[in-house]
């Protein structure tokens, strides 16, 4: 036992104390700030981005459909397309996720989840979530499951990841949403009680990613239920995922 | 011999390779001892090819056969009733090209048709089936477990997957991309994207340089490290010793902060590609990654023998699902759960990877229960960080060479293509076939977990269901891997 709480001792405190202004590492692949300019000749779009996110004239990224993989930032000229370490992504709605050349961080954050009174009313700073996973790869189950740990501990917000969906006031989706999995998931959204909310976490969650043309998808679940949360990330960075849930059951 | 033969990592041309008569074909695979690594069917115009790939570990060689089967006659004598390990593959096979194998045991769906999925049954006095999923309770993904219970003791549980399933070998087939291969499994990213790559490079006859090669063997070993450790907490985690899984947590997040740092995703996303690797590892980086495996080293160190040698954890995990050396030979569990069952294969070292030549794999003394589960992990984690500082150095030696090279676009036509990569759960195929064109016609991808799923099941045997979640994480499979 002594042995137990010596490993204590050596670990010290280990929690981010500041979540919303945790520094992220400069090489992490945030959100893209893009030049125009920089692009004189015609460039094979297709090629360089599989997922369909990159547009040209003028250049554009849909960050629904980024994968953050920076074949763009290598491929097209230098300066083109840079990505930030800036990782507050979430918004609550699927054009704000469209940025083009005037987009900066800040102008990108200050509108991209709006305050909903009624929000802090129902859930009061805490809210508890039920995670479905519908055909993810894992990456982001994982990061979610980091977003638990030790580091980042969510918990301490009164943000958790519940057993069942009778227990939660929204549910999480991640992966591209599979034909196996459409009942499953409708059946665990109507388990949950009223008023509940509903979070797309990860690429293949939001567009169906690089997933998007395959014919053992049934995305209709996501045309019958309205959507509160756009999370983009592949996978989410687990500061991505707390700082949207706090910017979303804020007060002001 | 009725085989043709190639290395890991080579490609043959179709027509060199044996087509046999299917009795002939059936005949031979069910009487070998040899363990197969894939066996797939394709789309052979008025025919079905079947390929069978197997494994002669002591040679580090691969054997191809093949057979027609006529597409009016979609059915032949399974190689199942004589040879167990065929069981999934011939499911697989009559799934996705609707051939019979006759007699098979239990010829039920893999990954589609879930409706009409039926499971065993027991009756008698104080039976009970307990079904859990697709949705569980943690954040994982889905499958379906069915126990089948007498009293507190599990007599089977058969676990029925296939939630995850997304069409990926057909997606290959349209749009070969590393963003698809990275995709398909999550927590082996760097596996499965190495396997890629290296399957296009060969079929395009690319040369990519040693320092890509060492650098993509240093994000292999990193991400075994970063996996095993989570494990580690995870396993620890469910015996409720929750020093240990907070410890081992918090030491994960350094060795992926790590490889953030090199390729700016915490889990080595955008890191290969065709023709070598994107981000380089220079000797600031290099320094780094010696200092945190230091760290890592000692930590790990530590909170392994603190919790090795606590009686609560040992009384849970000694004899805790025991998978027999010999089941787990007739199952054909590969990777790290061979290893936890007494079973030495790696491919790393029996197909005899150049830059692994002269590591040197140390003994491990099977149990075959969970303690073996967290022990071989334990033993994994100290040898890999050997293994990093010794491609580190390597990686010195060949400082001023290119980390990427221009990948060649065409592709060697009707040729068949075998990669196979040491992932942390252990041998991964990947296989590759072109048509006349160049054009890619079936890439088949096999993970471990497609042999590994079953060892679970009979690890739980006589058990108790709460030790399902112990066993679970010890063995932790992967559902997307499976389901593609």
Not at chain 2, 163 to 187: F, K
Not at chain 2, 428 to 437: G, M, P, Y
Request: aromatic share 8%; glycine share 6%; charged share 25%.
């Amino acid at each position: 036992m002594f042995d137990t709480l010596k490993m204590k001792l050596i670990q010290k405190n280990q929690f981010i104390p500041d979540i919303k202004n945790a520094k992220m590492r400069d090489t992490f692949r945030g959100l893209p700030v893009l030049d125009n300019s920089k692009i004189n000749s015609a460039v094979d779009v297709e090629k360089i981005c599989p997922l369909k996110a990159l547009k040209t004239n003028p250049l554009e990224i849909d960050l629904s459909k980024c994968s953050f993989c920076g074949n763009c930032e290598r491929k097209l000229p230098e300066g083109a397309v840079k990505f930030t370490n800036f990782y507050k992504l979430a918004t609550d709605s699927k054009e704000k996720l469209i940025i083009n050349e005037q987009t900066t961080s800040e102008n990108y954050y200050k509108n991209a989840v709006a305050i909903r009174k009624e929000i802090y009313s129902i859930f009061n700073r805490s809210i508890k979530f039920r995670q479905v996973s519908a055909g993810g790869c894992n990456g982001c189950e994982m990061e979610l499951n980091a977003c638990s740990n030790a580091n980042f501990d969510m918990a301490r917000f009164g943000i958790d990841f519940v057993a069942s969906p009778r227990h939660a006031d929204g549910i999480v989706i991640t992966g591209p949403i599979t034909k196996n999995m459409a009942y499953a998931l409708e059946n665990c959204y109507k388990s949950t009680p009223e008023p509940k909310i509903v979070v797309l976490c990860g690429v293949c969650a939001l567009s169906g990613g690089i997933f998007q043309n395959s014919t053992e998808l049934n995305r209709e679940f996501l045309d019958k239920y309205k959507v509160d949360l756009y999370i983009p990330g592949c996978p989410v960075h687990p500061l991505t995922f707390i700082n949207a849930v706090l910017d979303f059951i804020r007060k002001k | 011999m009725n085989y043709c033969t190639i290395g890991n990592n080579q490609k043959i041309n179709i027509s060199d390779i044996p087509t046999l008569n299917c009795e002939i074909f059936r005949e031979q695979l069910a009487i070998t001892n040899l363990r197969p690594l894939s066996y797939f069917g394709c789309d052979w115009g008025e025919k079905i090819k079947i390929f069978a790939l197997l494994a002669d570990d002591e040679k580090n060689q691969i054997l191809i056969s093949s057979t027609d089967i006529d597409k009016n006659h979609k059915e032949y004598n399974s190689i199942t009733q004589d040879n167990s390990q065929y069981h999934m593959f011939e499911r697989e096979l009559y799934e996705q090209f609707d051939i019979k194998p006759l007699n098979h045991p239990w010829l039920k769906p893999v990954r589609k048709n879930q409706d009409k999925y039926e499971f065993f049954k027991m009756q008698g006095e104080q039976t009970h089936e307990v079904a859990v999923g697709p949705i569980h309770a943690g954040v994982i993904e889905p499958g379906h477990f069915r126990f089948l219970c007498q009293g507190e003791k599990v007599y089977n549980l058969e676990i029925m997957l296939g939630y995850q399933h997304r069409g990926v070998e057909d997606l290959m087939v349209q749009n070969p991309t590393n963003q698809l291969a990275e995709s398909i499994c999550g927590d082996s990213v760097v596996a499965y994207n190495s396997a890629f790559s290296q399957i296009m490079e060969t079929l395009s006859d690319t040369k990519i340089t040693k320092k890509a090669q060492i650098i993509r063997r240093i994000a292999l070993e990193a991400e075994r490290i970063a996996i095993h450790i989570g494990d580690l907490g995870a396993i620890l985690g469910d015996i409720a010793y929750m020093m240990g899984k907070d410890v081992f947590g918090v030491t994960r997040t350094l060795v992926i902060n790590t490889m953030l740092e090199i390729s700016g995703s915490r889990f080595a996303r955008g890191l290969i590609t065709t023709g070598g690797v994107n981000y380089d590892i220079n000797a600031e980086i290099s320094n780094k990654i010696l200092n945190m495996l230091e760290e890592v080293k000692k930590i790990v160190k530590k909170m392994a023998k603190t919790a090795l040698s606590s009686a609560t954890v040992m009384s849970r995990f000694e004899k805790t699902g025991t998978v027999s050396t010999e089941t787990a030979q007739e199952l054909n569990l590969v990777g790290l759960m061979g290893r936890a069952c007494g079973i030495e294969l790696d491919t790393r070292f029996d197909f005899k990877d150049e830059l692994y030549k002269d590591f040197e794999r140390k003994p491990f003394r099977a149990t075959n229960d969970a303690s073996s589960r967290f022990r071989i992990r334990y033993k994994e984690i100290k040898e890999s960080i050997s293994f990093i500082k010794k491609l580190l150095v390597k990686l010195k030696e060949v400082e001023d060479e290119d980390i990427l090279v221009e990948a060649n676009e065409n592709l060697s036509p009707d040729s068949l293509c075998v990669s196979i990569v040491e992932s942390w759960r252990g041998e991964l195929v990947h296989c590759a076939i072109t048509d006349s064109n160049g054009k890619l016609k079936r890439y088949k991808i096999k993970d471990p977990s497609f042999n590994n799923w079953w060892g679970l099941s009979m690890a739980l045997r006589n058990n108790a269901i709460s030790d399902f979640p112990l066993c679970n994480k010890g063995f932790d499979l992967s559902y997307c891997g499976f389901d593609l």
